[in-house]
Antibody, heavy 118, light 110 residues
Framework: QVQLVESGGGVVQPGGSLRLSCAASGFIFNNYAMHWVRQAPGKGLEWVAFIRYDGITKYYADSVKGRFTISRDNSKNTLYLQMNSLRPEDTAVYYC???????????WGRGTLVTVSS | QSALTQPPSASGSPGQSVTISCTGT?????????VSWYQEHPGKAPKLMIYEVSERPSGVPDRFSGSKSGNTASLTVSGLQTEDEADYYCSSYAGSNNLLFGGGTKLTVL
């Protein structure tokens, strides 16, 4: 079955960088778009970024545009999120999710916690 | 763009029906039939329950149904069961390659 496992979270100082990874299995990774979604402590879900199945097309939420970069390595079945210039408001659990039909997400990982604090 | 508006809480007794609303604007919910609903149990990954307003992925019980009228989408859970107690989030495509989520609704089964 589909498995998505995020890693790379941790504590980082404001202005710092972090790279998240999402290892995918159980489906043909290079056939599907992928997303990153985050959830701040006690808050709702917030969409972060999208990448097309071939890695060519990428979209970002305004809140992270210019600071975060989504990428994928289809040879490794892995999705990435490079996060630079991190701010305290970026503190959240970050989920990777598999694209389904028309901006729905049908499989999600368990998430990895990113804490931005001095 | 602002998050979609959901009631913070909803409740019902086992066997009853409950409806959760998700209100947006003509630029998101009202403009596209790309509304989804997700169920999230504490400590677990969100699960897709409804996509494209009213479609159910395979494996989702038909007790879950979705609809839309104007700028408001709704999720109805019929025949409430204790395992339905969870947080529910709506999402909608908002144009310009942007996806919006609602603030979430905590469903309590009394």
């Amino acid at each position: 079955q589909v498995q998505l496992v995020e890693s790379g979270g941790g504590v980082v100082q404001p202005g710092g960088s972090l790279r998240l990874s999402c290892a995918a299995s159980g489906f043909i990774f290079n056939n599907y778009a992928m997303h990153w979604v985050r959830q701040a402590p006690g808050k709702g879900l917030e969409w972060v970024a999208f990448i097309r199945y071939d890695g060519i097309t990428k979209y970002y939420a305004d809140s992270v545009k210019g600071r975060f970069t989504i990428s994928r390595d289809n040879s490794k079945n892995t999705l990435y999120l490079q996060m630079n210039s991190l701010r305290p408001e970026d503190t959240a659990v970050y989920y990777c999710a598999k694209g389904f039909s028309n901006w729905s997400l049908d499989n999600w990982g368990r998430g990895t916690l990113v804490t931005v604090s001095s | 763009q602002s998050a979609l508006t959901q009631p913070p809480s909803a409740s019902g007794s086992p066997g009853q029906s409950v409806t959760i609303s998700c209100t947006g604007t003509s630029s998101d919910v009202g403009g596209y039939d790309y509304v989804s609903w997700y169920q999230e149990h504490p400590g677990k990954a969100p699960k897709l329950m409804i996509y494209e307003v009213s479609e159910r992925p395979s494996g989702v019980p038909d007790r879950f149904s979705g609809s839309k009228s104007g700028n408001t989408a709704s999720l109805t859970v019929s025949g409430l069961q204790t395992e339905d107690e969870a947080d529910y989030y709506c999402s909608s495509y908002a144009g310009s390659n942007n996806l919006l989520f609602g603030g979430g609704t905590k469903l309590t089964v009394l």
